[in-house]
């Protein structure tokens, strides 16, 4: 199957932002990770990070004719704020699980509400890079069941 995996505003900045909250590891080595589990499972894996809201939504557009089957989104500060973005998600009819680095719900209280979460297949927070690969294996499940 064909899995995408997008990370939304300030995350190409992991490693060396807030790392007592997000870790250490950059975006690039987390996302060379996930496409060796994705090959490990049989799958293809596309990455995209952008600090664009615009580039993510026609991202996610694209990912209706390209074949995607599944979406892995960490949308940064744009699940708590983007009425556009869950609009795109909900057009696409991709099934998405969300990811977040960090705990969010242990976090500042804006952060505790998602435009993304009523309509995920799942959510993930607080593990960190680890929550990525467990939504991968999540996604690769589900798509097994179809
Ligand atoms: C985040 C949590 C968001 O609240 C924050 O704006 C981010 C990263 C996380 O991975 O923990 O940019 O999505």
Do not use: W
């Amino acid at each position: 199957a064909k899995l995408l995996v997008l990370n939304g505003p300030n995350l190409n900045l992991l490693g060396t932002r807030e790392p007592g909250i997000y870790g250490t590891q950059t975006l690039d080595q987390i996302q060379q990770h996930l496409c060796t589990v994705a090959s490990t499972l049989g799958h293809q894996c596309d990455c995209l990070q952008s600090n664009r809201e615009y580039e993510l939504i026609e991202r996610i557009h694209a990912a209706m004719t390209d074949g995607t089957d599944f979406i892995i989104i960490n949308p940064g500060a744009l699940t708590h704020t983007s009425i556009a973005l869950r609009d795109a998600l909900l057009g696409v009819k991709i099934p998405f699980i969300e990811v977040h680095l960090s705990n969010v719900h242990a976090r500042e209280e804006f952060r505790q509400h998602s435009y993304l979460s009523d309509i995920a297949v799942g959510v993930i927070a607080g593990l960190g890079p680890q929550g990525y690969e467990l939504a991968m294996l999540a996604a690769s499940q589900q798509l097994a069941k179809q």
